[in-house]
């Protein structure tokens, strides 16, 4: 069995914890696959490394690999999708963060996790991805997101209007500081920061939600993920911000984007005991009221 560790940044306080996965993994002899700054940062034990090898990007990264453990919050997660591509690797998102909403794995569980991992006794929960494609090259060699892809004004600028079409018909003009557009996991991301509806993971749909919008009449619609949302940008500055997941770039006005359903989906471990809802109440307490005893 072969298992890929991955973090984007620690701190000394959580290197006991990592250490604690170490042990557990070397006692079923599995092999590592540690990324390599994770291991400049620490200086770990030799012995935890016998099996160890390291990876720095996506392309040392195989099929051959049977589990991505993710050590750090929901970021974290999103970083390993980007890494993973297409490869269909499953990822296992341990929360040294703070909400933990897709890294919904406790440290305190790390034996619970390596137990699961070694017996194969988890579920794979498939996520939709969402694509873009633009009339300029943006977000290298990932054009694609697990939470969402937003459109934002840059700094204090005047507001925008975002035309925007549904397969090439028109749906409506937002005059908003911005427009999200959230796949069924983000819909509990910044699209529901935006008063966005949560969505099932499993639901094939895209939720579109204006940001800061200048009108009592516009509010987010669900729509199909078949659909394909393209995008035309009205507005007195020269640029403004595409956001995609935890990533961003500065665009011309005249940038044209259309947003698709990916091809490829992400896969997230699943421990038996950890459902959605489930996690909407104890890590957004949702439901919650003091009469429910």
């Known amino acids: 069995m072969k298992v890929a560790i991955y973090s984007r940044g620690l701190d000394d306080e959580q290197k006991k914890p990592l250490i604690m996965l170490l042990e557990a993994l070397l006692v079923h002899q599995i092999e590592l696959l540690i990324y390599k700054p994770l291991l400049e940062f620490y200086n770990l034990p030799q012995h935890l490394l016998q099996n160890a090898a390291v990876f720095t990007c996506s392309n040392d990264l195989t099929t051959e690999i049977d589990c991505f453990i993710s050590l750090g919050g929901d970021g974290t997660i999103l970083d390993s ?9 499953p990822i296992l998102g341990i929360n040294f963060g703070r909400l933990g909403f897709l890294a919904s794995i406790s440290r305190d569980e790390l034996n619970t996790a390596v137990d699961a991992i070694v017996n194969r006794s988890f579920e794979i929960d498939k996520r939709s991805l969402l694509h873009i494609d633009t009339s300029i090259q943006l977000f290298a060699d990932a054009p694609f997101a697990l939470n969402e892809f937003a459109i934002h004004k840059r700094d204090t600028s005047p507001m925008i209007k975002i035309h925007t079409y549904l397969n090439g018909e028109f749906l409506n003009t937002f005059w908003a500081d911005g427009i999200i557009v959230a796949t069924p996991t983000g819909s509990t991301g910044y ?103």
């Not at 999708?81 to 690797?89: H, R, S, Y």
């Open 191 to 293: 699209s529901l920061s935006c008063n966005g509806p949560i969505v099932f993971p499993e639901s094939n749909s895209f939720v579109i939600t204006p940001v800061a919008p200048h009108n009592l009449t516009v509010r987010p619609i669900v729509v199909p993920d078949s659909d394909i949302i393209s995008f035309e940008i009205e507005a007195r500055a020269d640029q403004f911000i595409c956001g995609l997941d935890a990533r961003r770039e500065v665009v011309n006005k005249e940038v044209l984007i259309a947003v698709k359903k990916e091809a490829f989906c992400a896969h997230l471990v699943k421990l038996n005991d950890k459902g959605f809802l489930s996690t909407l109440r104890s890590k957004l307490a949702w439901g919650l009221d003091r009469r429910n005893k």
């Open 81 to 89: 999708v980007t890494l993973i591509k297409d490869k269909k690797i």
